[in-house]
């Protein structure tokens, strides 16, 4: 067997293992989730959002930089190790890329970060702006009446 026709073949073994089916008639099967045994709700609270702002500000974003400070110092030494090379000019290539990357990661995390950190207020007004919304409507001949309380 040629490798064309090896290829075609393990290609249409893998196509005949994916599920293709779209299934609407269920849930997931992972009982911790919001249908599972449990109160449904966000998931987090606001003291759990600024602990992810924090972590994310003091500890994720200082780690990233880190490491990146030690590819470079590693990436440097090897384009020098190959000068003349075109080693060097790859290795310059996937440093520019890499540097890319990771600019767009940390500007990817300080948006989660101020996302996080806003959540709360972003809700606080929300709920204000709607009930200013509501305090505009023309009263209710029914709004004067004690409703039992």
């Known amino acids: 067997m040629g490798f064309d026709q090896e290829w075609a073949a393990l290609r249409e073994q893998a196509t005949a293992r994916q599920q293709s089916d779209t299934r609407l008639n269920q849930l997931p099967g992972d009982p ?4 599972g045994p449990g109160p449904a709700d966000f998931g987090s609270s606001p003291a759990m959002k600024k602990a992810a702002a924090n972590e994310i500000a003091n500890v994720i974003k200082g780690d990233t930089k880190t490491a990146t400070e030690k590819a470079d110092e590693a990436s ?3 384009i020098k190790g190959f000068d003349g090379w075109q080693t060097a000019a790859g290795l310059k290539k996937v440093q520019e890329t890499w540097d890319k990357q990771v600019k767009t990661l940390m500007g990817r995390l300080s948006h989660e970060e101020a996302s996080l950190r806003g959540t709360s207020g972003y ?5 204000l702006g709607i009930n200013s919304m509501f305090g505009t409507l023309p009263k209710s ?3 004067g009446i004690d409703q039992g309380r």
């Open 141 to 143: 001949k029914l709004d």
């Open 76 to 78: 440097e030494s090897a």
């Open 123 to 127: 809700f606080t007004g929300n709920d």
């Open 32 to 35: 911790s989730g919001p249908t």
